[in-house]
């Protein structure tokens, strides 16, 4: 028969592995519950935003920072919600 240490070994390398993900992800992060109208397709929306490279490894997952509407002289994001004028991310993120 063999070792309680051989079919715990055996059972690890049988087990699935993880596997990252390939391909864009979109992960939403409510970093403040607004308190105004819902974001619906054809609405006129603002928002602030920060973006950052993704670093699985590094705390919060965040590489270098490359861009901001928060940095000195910026303007927050205006755009219509549905209209095509930001990347499918954007409208995905902030609709509801």
Do not use: C, M
Not at 15 to 36: F, N, Y
């Amino acid at each position: 028969a063999a070792s309680g240490a051989a079919q715990d070994a055996a059972a690890a390398a049988q087990a699935p592995q993880p596997v990252a993900p390939s391909g864009p992800q979109l992960e939403i992060v409510d970093q403040v519950i607004g308190k105004g109208k819902t974001a619906e397709i054809g609405h006129k929306v603002t928002v602030n935003y920060t973006g950052w490279f993704f670093k699985p490894l590094a705390r919060n997952q965040r590489g270098r920072k490359f861009d901001s509407s928060l940095d000195a002289g910026r303007t927050p994001l205006d755009f219509q919600l549905g209209a095509g004028q930001v990347i499918k991310g954007w409208e995905q993120g902030v609709a509801g």
